[in-house]
């Protein structure tokens, strides 16, 4: 794949299906990344519809569409219902997330997003932020440390991660991806390297972003912020945050808990599109590996 791709939207057709467009709606796109998704909702929006791009990372300003439906908005979308009501919007029709990284990040050697570059342990999505991965690293206690790389990256060996780079930092500071690749090098399966490394980078990613915490306050403003009969489509990447947005859209609620009544009906603020999950087909995946791990749900908005 050529580096200068920003990103290759996953599943495309199926996210713009699931939003089932009305050409004058308002829309959401909270992850505009290289655009792609946001492009394929323009071409389908009237000279009255609007689309609202959100992305943290002002790099993703560079793939901003020139059309006055549009409107970018430099912002993390854990904001996104405060930025709405900033240019005026209280409900919206549908809400589009997607939840992998671009491929800008992990192929730009300076963002410290993948292990296949020996470059500086960063790993910020919003490079305006205090807190690198170098900084989780070196001043995480060695039991914080456990904890990431088991919770965020499901790594069996956490434990003896954590403990290998507390007695590394101990001689030098971890400040490059190199580093860090050798400190843990023991502690991976020969045959499983690449995902096992893939494992420990997403787990300190998401702890750099904060992508749980984040996730969860988004996932609680969809459901004022949509309006009845809107659609809320949701593409995740790994098994902790879809079970977050499974467990959200059957119950509108982050723990999963299904509130009855009396007569023992589910109160919830959606109904589920799709009973299975969407995954992308044989073609897809050929066409675009990266998409191979991508899962799809999508919610509508209980009308009233």
């Excluded at 791709?5 to 909270?30: R, T």
């Excluded at 439906?69 to 930025?83: G, L």
């Excluded at 965020?152 to 930092?169: F, H, P, S, W």
């Excluded at 860090?180 to 045959?191: G, N």
């Amino acid at each position: 794949m050529e580096q200068n791709v920003y990103h290759i939207p996953a599943l495309l057709e199926p996210c713009i299906e699931g939003l089932a467009i009305n050409p004058s709606g308002i829309y959401v796109d909270v992850t505009f990344g290289g655009g792609g998704h946001s492009r394929a909702i323009v071409e389908r929006l009237s000279d009255q519809g609007r689309l609202f791009g959100f992305d943290q990372d002002m790099d993703a300003w560079n793939n901003r569409i020139d059309d006055p439906r549009f409107t970018f908005v430099h912002s993390n979308f854990a904001f996104t219902a405060n930025f709405l009501r900033y240019h005026g919007v209280n409900q919206v029709d549908g809400i589009l997330a997607d939840l992998g990284v671009s491929f800008h990040h992990f192929d730009d050697s300076e963002r410290g997003f993948s292990f296949r570059f020996d470059s500086p342990l960063d790993m910020r999505m919003n490079r305006d932020s205090n807190r690198d991965a170098r900084t989780v690293l070196n001043e995480s206690s060695e039991q914080h440390l456990a904890d990431i790389f088991f919770l965020y990256g499901e790594l069996k060996q956490a434990r003896r991660m954590a403990a290998a780079i507390v007695k590394a930092r101990s001689k030098q500071p971890l400040v490059t991806s190199g580093q860090l690749v050798e400190v843990l090098r023991p502690f991976i399966r020969p045959a499983q390297e690449k995902k096992e490394m893939a494992q420990v980078f997403q787990a300190l990613r998401i702890e750099v972003n904060n992508e749980i915490a984040v996730l969860q306050r988004f996932l609680l403003q969809t459901a004022s912020l949509l309006k009845p009969g809107g659609r809320l489509v949701i593409i995740t990447y790994h098994s902790l945050e879809d079970r977050l947005v499974k467990n959200f859209m059957r119950s509108g609620n982050i723990e999963g808990r299904l509130e009855k009544d009396f007569f023992g009906r589910v109160h919830t603020p959606f109904t589920l599109v799709n009973n299975r999950v969407i995954v992308p087909d044989d073609e897809e995946v050929a066409r675009n590996p990266r998409s191979r791990s991508a899962k799809l749900r999508i919610a509508e908005k209980v009308k009233d």
